[in-house]
């Protein structure tokens, strides 16, 4: 079974800082990745997805993920972060093989300090 | 358009006692799936309908636990006999198909407590 791994429980930036939060899998098939934050009081939205293709993929809010099939990577960038990306982010993974449930990571509490 | 919808958004309930939680997908989806968020486990997979084939039960902590889905439409996640171990967040989501890569799109939400 695939499973999904976020080294950073909490994060804390200042606005303007860089962001970048790490999330690997484990499965060596063909994954389907995503991206989901929740803000505070909000229910789980998608920020990005890879299905295929260009391995560097654009989402919302100016976030950014890097498909690293050989480190089994897909970290989330954002080059200057606001205090309204306060949030949980999660990385999540399903499988061809795995009908299409997602996998999720144990995600990553963002505070970002004004 | 109208998103997923979740009913209700909280839920009190004593260790012993069944619950049901509902579950309104976006209309025109096919795929449904439960999920669970708690502060142990992190997000977990629970079921997931297709249309109308059988279920994929695969996430169901224990036969307690049972969902099904009328119509192809509206579902309901049935607890019984509730632990204080059931206590989460039991998130819904929808896709428009299911067997493919595609997003999931998520409700707010039921959160239940055991006392």
């Known amino acids: 079974a695939q499973s999904v791994s976020q080294h950073n429980h909490h994060v804390i930036l200042s606005e303007a800082a860089s962001l970048e939060l790490g999330c690997n899998y484990s499965?060596?098939?063909?994954?389907?990745l995503f991206w989901y934050v929740q803000y505070p009081g909000q229910h789980l939205q998608l920020l990005l997805k890879y299905f295929s293709g260009d391995p560097l993929v654009k989402g919302i809010k100016g976030f950014e993920a890097e498909f690293i099939k050989s480190k089994f990577s897909f970290n989330l960038r954002k080059p200057s972060v606001q205090w309204s990306d306060t949030a949980e982010y999660f990385c999540?993974?399903?499988?061809?093989?795995?009908?299409?449930?997602?996998?999720f990571g144990g995600g990553t509490r963002l505070m970002v300090k004004p | 358009g109208a998103g997923v919808s979740q009913s209700p958004s909280n839920k009190v309930t004593e260790k012993g006692k069944d619950v049901e939680l509902r579950c309104d997908p976006i209309s025109g989806h096919t795929a449904l799936y439960w999920y669970r968020q708690s502060l142990g486990q992190g997000l977990e997979f629970l079921i997931y309908?297709?249309?109308?084939?059988?279920?994929?039960k695969s996430g169901l902590p224990s036969d307690r636990f049972s969902a099904e889905r009328t119509g192809g439409s509206v579902s309901t996640l049935t607890i019984q006999r509730t632990q204080q171990e059931d206590s989460a967040v039991y998130l819904c989501a929808s896709s428009l198909v299911g067997g493919v890569p595609t997003e999931q799109y998520f409700g707010p939400g039921t959160r239940l407590t055991v006392t």
């Open positions: 309908f297709q249309g109308n084939s059988a279920p994929d």
């Open positions: 999540a993974v399903n499988t061809n093989n795995a009908g299409n449930m997602l996998t």
């Open positions: 499965y060596g098939g063909t994954v389907n």
